[in-house]
């Protein structure tokens, strides 16, 4: 393919795009096929010969569309949003173009220090402490990861090697080997599978806090684990407060957890990877509070501020913190500029951010947050329904009142149906369905018909139930 043929082809794409995002809604949210349908409909092997693109194109429709989850169609539901915009999308085939690796200044000056003003920019849309920030000198930063568990592990790598380096400054006699089997990470009960996963990767225990009547981890209970540990002569060095939990979007108590963390010399880690895309709004910044207490701050704007996926956010107070627990620098990497970005995905923060301005991705966080209160006032209007948790942003926790068996057959005949999607949580011992507002498209009426379908749904189970 040539510079005139990309050209033609790349018209096609966008034309393709626009027209598959825009016929979305017409598209089944959930695909009608079994595990390995996509095998026998391409060949065992590679062509020996070129194909044509116009087959390729072809086979779009016939072979990869039919397996497709559309997440972005406004009956989705599922999980929490993933984002996508159009100047994202076309921020990424530039990042595509430019293709550059930024693992060092060098490598590609515009790459690295684009990224650290998008993180700065970023960073005072939420009104972060200075201390995150990099400014022109500062101690902070932030920089881009691929997702939130990347940050988390990074942030538990990070801290581990920090109180490594401080224990054996302090005794020299202790080896590495010692130092880790008695150091414990915790995180609450509610905490997503990736911190679990962290601590497995960096090889070190993690607990889980007990978290209280409203999913959220407290004072008390870390508080009681740390006294335990220490006196069980363990080394407490790290903790993950969640705000906006995966199950139910919970928050951690901040406030509380903060200053514990700092009086015990607790590495505290932030995960905010749904929620933190609202703190830009002022009304919803509150949820922040205590950040200052933390040494590492993370959230996704690829799930909720329309820049496409892979774009996470973490910062830290102390960059030497991050860079110094993953320095090896070969001769042929060294430069005077040391810090370093990777790709150039702060490309699409930047379309994003001068495209939609700070305004227009407010709006869109808070128009997101009206229609899930409008679902919830749907869901209580109706007896037959309950609300499990409470209702901050764009997610209701909701099921029938009775048995986990009930709502069990209700989510699968939902899921059945294929109008729209859902999926479920477990909150303690209930099973319970998750509502989360997703597509860029949504719209009152799309969450009206939701409702109905609902409805229609529930009232064939509980039938079948007096059967």
Partial sequence: MNASEFRRRGKEMVDYVANYLEGIEGRQVYPDVEPGYLRPLIPAAAPQEPDTFEDIINDIEKIIMPGVTHWHSPYFFAYFPTA???????????????????????????????????????????????????????????????????????????????????????????????????????????????????????????????????????????????????????????????????????????????????????????????????????????????????????????????????????????????????????????????????????????????????????SYIRKHVQLSHEFESLVRQDPRFEICAEVTLGLVCFRLKGSNKVNEALLQRINSAKKIHLVPCHLRDKFVLRFAICSRTVESAHVQVAWEHIKEMAADVLQAEME
């Fill in 84 to 362: 996508s915009s159009y100047p994202a999308m076309l921020a990424d085939m530039l990042c595509g173009a430019i293709g550059c690796i930024g693992f060092s200044w060098a490598a590609s000056p515009a790459c690295t220090e684009l990224e650290t003003v998008m993180m700065d920019w970023l960073g005072q849309m939420l009104e972060l402490p200075e201390a995150f920030l990099a400014g022109k000198a500062g101690e902070g930063g932030g920089v881009i990861q691929g997702s939130a568990s990347e940050a988390t592990l990074m942030a538990l790598l990070a801290a581990r090697t920090k109180v490594i380096h401080q224990l054996q400054a302090e005794s020299p006699e202790l080896t590495q080997a010692a130092i880790m089997e008695k150091l414990v990470a915790y995180s609450s009960d509610q905490a997503h599978s990736s911190v679990e996963r962290a601590g497995l990767i960096g090889g070190v225990k993690l607990k889980a806090i007990p978290s209280d009547g409203n999913f959220a981890m407290r004072a008390s209970a870390l508080q009681e684990a740390l006294k335990r540990d220490k006196a069980a002569g363990l080394i407490p060095f790290f903790v993950v407060a969640t705000l906006g939990t995966t199950t139910c979007c919970s928050f951690d108590n901040l406030l509380e957890v903060g200053p514990i963390c700092n009086k015990e010399d607790v590495w505290l880690h932030i995960d905010a990877a749904y929620a933190g895309s609202a703190f830009i709004c002022p009304e919803f910044r509150h949820l922040l509070n205590g950040v200052e207490f933390a040494d590492s701050f993370n959230f996704n704007p690829h799930k909720w501020l329309l820049v496409n996926f892979d774009c996470s956010a973490m910062w830290v107070k102390k960059r030497a913190d991050l860079t110094g627990a993953f320095r090896l620098d070969p001769t042929y990497l060294k430069h005077s500029h040391q810090d370093s970005g990777k790709l150039f995905r702060s490309l699409k923060m930047w379309f994003v951010f001068r495209m939609y301005g700070v305004k227009g991705l407010q």
